[in-house]
Nanobody, 121 residues
């Protein structure tokens, strides 16, 4: 069984920094593309950042230059470094990963439960 868990959320002042983690555990053979999404109050879920297997990244225009995603394949963990967050970045942040399950021998998409990020002005 594969599980995905985000951590690192909390309350941060505008202009500060926060580092989110997305850790995968269980019967993992490989982790492929990982995506970070967020859902603000009263808003639809939106794609924030993507990191592929080889470490290539893409960002939403609203966070480009402020957020950075990276991965540590040895730890089965992906990170989202949030620099200079603004109140409009307040949201629940989710990771979504394409993972090859070693036991089921099947690739599937997995969601984490989300972590709340609140940015105060």
């Amino acid at each position: 069984q594969v599980q995905l868990e985000e951590s690192g959320g909390g309350l941060v002042q505008a202009g500060g920094s926060l580092n989110l983690s997305c850790a995968a555990s269980g019967s993992i053979s490989s982790i492929y593309t990982v995506r970070w999404y967020r859902q603000g109050p009263g808003k639809q879920r939106e794609l924030v950042a993507v990191i592929t297997t080889d470490g290539s990244t893409n960002y939403a225009g609203s966070v480009k230059g402020r957020f950075t995603t990276s991965r540590d394949n040895g730890k089965n963990t992906v990170y989202l470094q949030m620099n200079s967050p603004q109140p409009e970045d307040t949201a629940v942040y989710f990771c979504y990963a394409d993972i090859l399950d070693r036991v089921r021998e099947r690739q599937s998409g997995y969601w984490g439960q989300g972590t709340q990020v609140t940015v105060s002005s």
